[in-house]
């Protein structure tokens, strides 16, 4: 390796020992005197450009003085590398002189929008302005004035939104001998999950079997739990906005629910202190059952529904009769007013479509404009009066007419009383395979083995009382029945300006055509050519198309919700 040339040695370290100085400029001799690799030679440009831009970078730019260019230009006469020209006499030269544009003056301006010309094109754009916006406006009301009104929506409470269920036996329940109000309250969140609006609770009161006088209603039989377990129940409820109705039917263990009627008027006084001491305490509502045994049932049952809404109008009074005529339930609906009843109504059909449609028509047009609620019994399972093949049926049946649905505890998932091993009073609820009262019971037939199965039945309760709660057309929309054929019940729910719901059931043991007659319709809902099938109560149905109602075919024991939108 060849020694640096210590002529090129010298300006390095003159530099490094004072970076103050820019190096001086190379004469023109030293140019000269090199040539390409370092020998003596004329330097070509390329060269010169290259030695420029060391002599530049020999300083680290942070280093160098920023008019260290200017004295070296000025000292020596020479262009220094790094220097930025600018050439503002050329770029002055050639613009015009006078060319520059500076705007019109204050005075100038005024002077030209006070011309006639000015003022006439003025005055005609606020003309138009003004015309234009009485224009859009005249068009906004005429708008408003054609359209179609907004119905008037009916006055609502909780009870309207949604199903009750009913939990009378809470060690049956939860499936174990110590079930209790503790218990109960860790399953708010199933009962969240069925978005159901009610809870009735019980009896869980003080009982002394057919001893008026040792029964209290206003105590908490202890076997249940306490006083605080239940205002802790309240509390989680009611953040989950669960209603708590509480059962007073008095003399639940005993053979008469209301002793002896010769003390009627014992009973109607300790009940009156039990409504106004437990609505204090914060329930929503009483249930009362049997009360076909109770003597002067009208006139008691309108004093208690007095006490329950002079306290808060949202308060609901639910009744429940073994009876079954039409007749009997309407003397009751008649002595009182927003009073739910559950009867064994609908449990008299003998379940074919003809049966069902004449008992629920017949019941709409004798309750007139009296909420309805709908059951087939006070207390019992579903299963218990319905065959096994028609429950899903039932339940899309349930949940689509209008009024409120009430269901008791094991409805949402076929519970059976009359599996092996199950006490027929108050079946065990089957929450998991530890639950099964026989090892003949299938896990399928539990809470936990149909939680997942979106085939399940209870897939299908949820849902229903999903859609339920969230539309307006099933919640409390009016009701139309369609003719149709052998087999078949079919209706139609509507309100207003929202999507209408069409129902078509089949309780018939064959496939069969839908032939639905839509001549007693108003227009405002009548069919259109297909409707969207939301849901099926058989698996197999691909849910969310469209189907031709000209050519609509149903399965055995089928239910179908379809949806169709309003038409203006």
């Not at 060391?54 to 790094?82: D, F, I, R, Y």
């Not at 002896?260 to 437990?278: G, I, S």
């Not at 028609?390 to 008791?408: A, E, I, K, M």
Request: charged share 20%.
């Amino acid at each position: 390796m060849e020694p640096k040339d210590p002529e090129l040695s010298e300006p390095e370290a003159g530099m490094a020992s004072d970076p103050r100085e820019a190096p001086a400029a190379l004469s023109g001799a030293d140019v000269q005197g090199l040539g390409a690799g370092g020998e003596p030679g004329t330097m070509n440009q390329d060269t010169e450009v290259d030695m420029k831009e060391v002599e530049l970078n020999e300083l680290e730019p942070e280093k160098q003085p920023m008019n260290a260019a200017s004295e070296a230009a000025v000292a020596g006469g020479a262009e220094k590398n790094g220097l930025v020209k600018i050439k503002v006499a050329e770029d002055e030269a050639e613009a015009a002189p006078g060319a520059k544009f500076t705007g019109l003056s204050k005075e100038e301006l005024l002077k030209v929008a006070g011309s006639p010309g000015w003022v006439r094109t003025r005055w005609a754009l606020l003309l138009l302005f003004w015309l234009g916006w009485l224009g859009m406006l005249a068009g906004a009301v005429v708008i408003i004035v054609r359209a179609p009104r907004c119905r008037e929506l009916p006055a609502q409470h909780w009870w309207h939104r949604g199903a009750l269920y009913r939990v009378g036996d809470l060690q049956a329940f939860q499936a174990r001998d110590s079930g209790d109000l503790a218990g109960l309250k860790d399953r708010l969140d199933y009962l969240s999950s069925l978005k159901v609006k009610g809870l009735v609770l019980g009896p869980i009161h003080k009982n002394q079997k057919d001893d008026v006088e040792g029964t209290e209603l206003k105590a908490i039989d202890p076997a249940l739990g306490s006083r605080e377990d239940f205002d802790s129940l309240l509390l989680a409820a009611n953040k989950k906005s669960i209603h708590v109705i509480l059962d007073l039917t008095p003399n639940y263990l005993g053979e008469n629910s209301w002793f002896l009627p010769t003390q009627v008027d014992v009973v109607a006084a300790k009940m009156k202190e039990a409504l106004d001491f437990w609505l204090k305490a914060g329930v929503y509502g009483f249930q009362v059952r049997d009360v076909e045994n109770l003597t002067n049932a009208a006139s008691h049952l309108a004093d208690w529904q007095n006490i329950t809404k002079s306290f808060k109008e949202d308060r609901l009074l639910l009744v429940g009769t073994g009876s079954s005529g039409l007749r009997p339930t309407l003397d009751l609906l008649e002595s009182t007013k927003d009073l739910l009843l559950t009867s064994s109504y609908l449990a008299s059909s003998a379940f074919t479509a003809e049966d069902t449609k004449l008992l629920v028509t017949q019941y709409l047009n004798a309750t007139d404009s009296h909420w309805c609620s709908w059951s087939l019994s006070q207390a019992g399972l579903l299963t218990s009066f319905v065959p096994a093949q028609l429950l899903r049926l039932y339940q899309l049946l349930l949940f689509t007419l209008p009024g409120t649905p009430v269901f008791s505890y094991g409805d949402e998932i076929g519970l059976q009383a009359t599996l092996p091993g199950q006490p027929a009073k108050a079946p065990v609820m089957l929450w998991d395979e530890a639950s099964l009262p026989s090892a003949s019971v299938g896990a399928n037939m539990t809470v936990k083995g149909q939680n997942q199965d979106p085939n399940s039945v209870l897939s299908l309760f949820r849902r229903l009382s999903d859609q339920r709660g969230k539309e307006r057309s099933l919640l409390h929309g009016d009701f139309h029945v369609l003719s149709t054929g052998y087999s078949l019940f079919s209706y139609v729910r509507h309100w207003d300006q929202n999507d209408r719901f069409l129902v078509v059931l089949n309780f018939g043991d064959v496939g069969l055509s839908a032939r639905l007659g839509s001549s007693n319709l108003p227009a405002s809902a009548s069919l259109p050519a297909e409707a969207n099938l939301l849901l099926s109560t058989h698996p197999d149905r691909e849910e969310g198309t469209a189907l031709a109602l000209e050519q609509l075919h149903l399965e055995p024991h089928e239910g179908l919700l379809l949806r169709f939108p309003y038409v203006a």
